[in-house]
């Protein structure tokens, strides 16, 4: 075992998957971001979506509307990719200084994607206009065939659809998001640089034993879902290997209680609040602390060609336990490893 460090400062981080619904929600959740990350690249699966640069810039007022003040955060937007959209839009979003990628949902593949593309191979157009212009594809990677055993649908999206994409379009810049399996972290490592990866602190942190843990753990369910354990270890290594393909993105994707604790129960983990800490928790797993600051603070901003932060983070080593819910009732939202013991706390 490596010697544990009992503080470790690093510049401040990104967050390059991030859901910040919009209205109510919008406003208990922003914080929790605002208050660590300096960035975070804001998904576009509201209701309607965010398929315009018209509607992503009113919406990044809103994320600033509610940050606190001096927060000092910037939201990056996207642009939810529809079989519609035309490739003029694709010229406005990578003229925008504020929209850094269009994020493509197989359609019906995980929450609000009913709009999303119905064949990404089919949208030829918008995948040049997105290779000329550099600006990347954020890849919601899963198959939406209702006979592919859920398990398997992101092994199969890479082979099937996204493999091809990447090897057809040799100048398209992607992000294939929230990378759950062996075979992605091999794919990502063994691919370009201009292929990109983000892991989430669930994936890095459990196995999809965690779903059933003594009985049906619903706030246990997101997706892409949680895998086997040679694919978390799989992950964990890819994460802390300093390979730049791999870089922090949460998918801190909330959900009031009622929905998630319900006979048909929404996917989605709100990691917000504890995910720097959440983290460490894995990085220190593995002795490999010393690598987080590059996955959580420098590769995505390079990846997107911008600047590193400027601001430092402290952690500390001191055990303490996040609460497990965010207010009370039927809107609760539970946060992730609320109850549990963390390792390192994130000095204010
Ligand atoms: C996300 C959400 O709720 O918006 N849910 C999830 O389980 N990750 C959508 C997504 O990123 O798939
Ligand atoms: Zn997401």
Same mark, same amino acid.
């Given at each position: 075992m490596s010697h544990a460090p009992s503080t470790i400062e690093i510049t401040r981080p990104d967050d390059w998957h991030l859901h910040l619904r919009d209205g109510a929600l919008l406003e208990r959740v922003v914080p929790a971001t605002a208050r660590r990350f300096g960035r975070a690249i804001v998904m576009p699966n509201l209701v309607p979506a965010v398929t315009t640069v018209e509607r992503a810039l009113a919406y990044r007022e809103r994320i600033l509307a509610a940050c606190p003040a001096g927060a000092g955060f910037e939201p990056l937007m996207t642009l939810y990719l529809t079989?519609?959209?035309?490739v003029s839009e694709i010229a406005a979003a990578a003229k925008s200084p504020h929209v850094a990628g269009v994020k493509v949902y197989p359609r019906g593949a995980t929450t609000h994607s009913s709009e999303g593309v119905s064949d990404l191979t089919e949208r030829g157009a918008v995948l040049e206009a997105l290779a000329s212009s550099g600006l990347p594809l954020l890849v919601h990677g899963e198959t939406t065939d209702p006979d592919c055993d859920v398990f398997d649908r992101e092994r199969v999206y890479l082979e099937e659809t996204l493999s091809k994409v990447i090897e057809r379009y040799p100048a398209l810049r992607v992000v294939f998001e929230h990378i759950t399996t062996l075979e992605a972290a091999e794919f990502v490592r063994d691919s370009p640089a201009r292929v990109a990866a983000t892991i989430t602190p669930q994936h890095l942190l459990l196995n999809r034993n965690a779903i059933f843990a003594g009985g049906l753990r619903p $706030? $246990?369910?997101?997706?892409p879902v949680l895998k086997r354990e040679r694919d978390r270890r799989a992950l964990l290594a890819a994460a802390t290997s300093g390979d730049p393909s791999f870089f922090l993105g949460t998918d801190s994707a909330p959900h009031p209680r009622a929905a998630k604790e319900a006979d048909c129960g929404c996917a989605g983990i709100y990691s917000a609040p504890v995910a720097l800490e959440a983290y460490a928790e894995a990085f220190a797993s593995v002795g490999a602390l010393e690598r987080l600051e590059g996955f959580a603070s420098h590769f995505g901003a390079d990846f997107y060609g911008l600047p590193r932060n400027t601001g430092r983070v402290r952690l500390i080593a001191e055990p303490w336990s996040p609460p497990a819910f965010e207010g009370d009732g039927e809107s609760a939202l539970r946060v992730f490893l609320g109850g549990e013991m963390l390792r390192y706390r994130v000095v204010d």
């Open positions: 079989d519609e959209t035309p $706030h $246990h369910y997101c997706l």
